[in-house]
């Protein structure tokens, strides 16, 4: 009974995750292997959907705009989350309501913030075209315009996240001994100095998880796409989950939609696999 009691306590975990983690992997793997329809699976392709995914140009395109939003958001969240975090760890007065505000967007819906940052961005009445006006500079229309519309989207996602972001790194901060900051500021080392080379040393633990939690959510991006740009203008913001949507739920073809998933799987993997072997060492 003794040796069972510990996989006792696993069943809850292991029985959700197989129903909704394990199973629709296996499953989507399957379906990636059928030309599958909306009634079903009508013929055995093997390797088809595949072959047929790394044979399209548009898929290509939309790999590069994944990759480009990743560039776009995980360097950028990295720096702004930690720069936040280490000024919301200090003592000032009313720091429980600036630790609010960043909070905040964590637990505002993706739809009311989209439409919040419509209203903002809208080319004839947004805030921010009324203020370039008011200051001499030309107006944009920042959601309908190549590479506008892929920088906006990636500021919103930023904007979005970076409140969950900020609470790893506060907890790396409290892990992080006093006594090293009084050593510090004892042998005269600046606030600038002391940040670069304590602060940032000891948070790589810390830093690595948050690199590869973001750059997973990075590649699974899809909600705020969905209600700011729809994938526009031109696709130039159709990432691998906004094409797997459009092949399965647009065209009904559940086939390649499963084999993006599926792609979308080993790119994710390989990329965190990356990351903890090349910069797992280094916090070794």
Same mark, same amino acid.
């Given at each position: 009974?003794?040796?069972?009691?510990?996989?006792?306590?696993?069943a809850?975990y292991l029985?959700?995750?197989?129903?909704?983690?394990?199973?629709?992997?296996?499953r989507?793997?399957?379906?990636?292997?059928?030309d599958?329809?909306?009634?079903?699976?009508?013929?055995f392709?093997?390797?088809g959907?595949?072959?047929?995914?790394f044979?399209?140009?548009?898929?290509?395109?939309? /790999?590069?705009?994944s990759?480009?939003?990743t560039?776009?958001?995980?360097?950028?969240?990295?720096?702004?989350?930690?720069?936040?975090?280490v000024?919301?760890?200090?003592?000032?007065?009313?720091?429980?309501?600036?630790?609010s505000?960043?909070f905040?967007?964590?637990?505002?819906n993706?739809s009311?913030?989209?439409?919040?940052? !419509?209203?903002v961005?809208d080319? !004839?009445i947004g805030?921010?075209?009324?203020?370039?006006?008011g200051v001499?500079?030309?107006t944009?229309?920042w959601?309908?315009?190549?590479?506008?519309?892929?920088?906006?989207?990636?500021?919103?996602v930023i904007?979005?996240?970076?409140?969950?972001?900020i609470?790893i790194?506060l907890?790396g /901060?409290?892990?992080?001994?006093?006594?090293?900051?009084?050593?510090a500021?004892?042998d005269?080392?600046?606030?600038?100095?002391?940040?670069l080379?304590?602060?940032?040393?000891?948070?790589?633990?810390?830093?690595?998880?948050?690199?590869?939690l973001?750059m997973?959510?990075? /590649?699974?991006?899809?909600?705020?796409?969905f209600?700011l740009?729809g994938?526009?203008? #031109?696709g130039?913001?159709t990432?691998?989950?906004?094409?797997?949507?459009?092949?399965? #739920?647009?065209?009904?073809k559940?086939?390649?939609a499963a084999?993006v998933?599926?792609?979308?799987?080993?790119?994710i993997?390989? /990329?965190?696999?990356? !990351?903890?072997? #090349?910069?797992?060492?280094?916090?070794?």
């Amino acid at each position: 009974m003794r040796k069972a009691f510990p996989y006792l306590l696993l069943a809850p975990y292991l029985l959700f995750f197989i129903l909704f983690l394990g199973y629709p992997i296996l499953r989507g793997g399957y379906m990636s292997l059928f030309d599958w329809g909306i009634m079903g699976p009508k013929e055995f392709l093997g390797l088809g959907n595949y072959i047929d995914l790394f044979s399209d140009d548009r898929f290509w395109r939309v /790999l590069g705009n994944s990759l480009l939003f990743t560039l776009l958001y995980v360097p950028p969240v990295i720096i702004i989350s930690m720069l936040l975090a280490v000024l919301l760890h200090g003592f000032l007065p009313g720091i429980s309501i600036f630790r609010s505000a960043f909070f905040l967007p964590m637990v505002i819906n993706v739809s009311v913030s989209a439409i919040a940052i !419509q209203w903002v961005m809208d080319p !004839q009445i947004g805030l921010l075209n009324r203020f370039l006006d008011g200051v001499g500079l030309p107006t944009q229309t920042w959601l309908n315009q190549q590479g506008w519309a892929m920088l906006v989207v990636s500021m919103v996602v930023i904007w979005s996240s970076s409140g969950f972001n900020i609470i790893i790194f506060l907890a790396g /901060l409290e892990n992080i001994s006093t006594e090293i900051y009084e050593a510090a500021e004892v042998d005269g080392s600046s606030t600038w100095h002391t940040f670069l080379h304590i602060t940032v040393p000891l948070l790589r633990p810390v830093t690595l998880l948050v690199a590869v939690l973001s750059m997973i959510s990075s /590649l699974q991006v899809f909600g705020e796409i969905f209600m700011l740009t729809g994938g526009g203008p #031109f696709g130039s913001t159709t990432v691998l989950a906004y094409y797997l949507y459009e092949q399965g #739920f647009n065209n009904f073809k559940f086939g390649t939609a499963a084999a993006v998933g599926v792609v979308m799987t080993g790119i994710i993997a390989l /990329l965190t696999f990356i !990351q903890f072997r #090349f910069l797992g060492e280094r916090n070794a």
